[in-house]
């Protein structure tokens, strides 16, 4: 049984073979971007450096100045309440 099925084997192996090694070997080599691989990214241009300084720096001015005029945002609207001056009946607490 086995050497009627070796003529047919031996071509469909020898053509596997045959693409995997197309596949494998020649490999394009493209030019489409920076490649970084432990090498040190190119570094940034003067004007992006300018432009996110300039972004973080209005971004803090923003968040420092509703802080300070729109405070109730993070400390509440209201004062808190006194929890010794509330009663049991408030509290939920039955009569003894």
Do not use: D
């Not at 920076?34 to 990214?41: E, F, G, Q, W």
């Not at 923003?62 to 509330?86: A, R």
């Amino acid at each position: 049984m086995i050497t009627k099925l070796r003529p047919l084997c031996k071509p469909l192996l020898q053509h596997a073979v045959r693409n995997a090694v197309k596949r494998v070997a020649p490999q394009t080599v493209r030019q489409s971007h920076v490649v970084s691989y432990r090498v040190a990214p190119p570094p940034h241009s003067k004007a992006t450096s300018i432009g996110a300084e300039m972004v973080g720096a209005a971004m803090w001015w923003w968040v420092l100045w509703h802080l300070w005029h729109e405070s109730e945002h993070i400390t509440g609207e209201f004062p808190y309440p006194e929890p010794s001056e509330w009663t049991n009946k408030e509290l939920g607490i039955p009569p003894a």
